[in-house]
């Protein structure tokens, strides 16, 4: 009789821990509507942006903020399509020349790589694994992928070395995705009220 019951329930709690974690499932209605969600926020960041801009390379923009977020809760599928919706449709609605698609690759790059390794990386607080994915992404996106993608699509290999390009027009660009981490981070209160994070499980102790 207990062994009945015991596989009666199992199923019911299951679904009952998915819905209280409230999981994000590839391609189901709630993790479709959050990739929607996410790729409008970024679009909204992007045309914010342009309003506070200080120099042509120097625009005030929390895009990396959402970005981040949207690739620990979608996961690296969900994270890029935020990104790449986001940059596509954001180029079209803030034009501002043509499309480089070496840009458009370098930033849905920048949603996989938030997923992954904010995913990955060993530790149980939330704190560690979104600074982690932000240097990840300043590092490999925006200073790697970025520069190269624009050095190289727009031909400024013909007068300048990479590294002279990087200096003089992306530098302040790095600043730019750092300073999205922390504004991230404060970030992370509101995430857990809205229950959207991914549940980090607690180690085993030994007995």
Known sequence: MSTTQQEIATPDSVITKNVRHRKF???????????????ALAIVMKIVGQYLTLTPSFKITLIYTVWLIAGAVLGAVGGGAVCFISDVLGAFIVPMGAINPLTIVANTLFGVIAALVFRFTPSKHYTVKFIASGIACTVLCTCLLGSLALWYGYKYYETLTLWQYFI???????????INIPITLAMIPLLKRLNVLPELKSRKRST
């Open 25 to 39: 499932i590839k391609g189901s209605t709630r993790w479709l509507t959050y990739t929607a969600l996410f790729s």
């Open 168 to 178: 003089g027009k992306r530098l302040t660009q790095v600043a730019v995705a750092v």
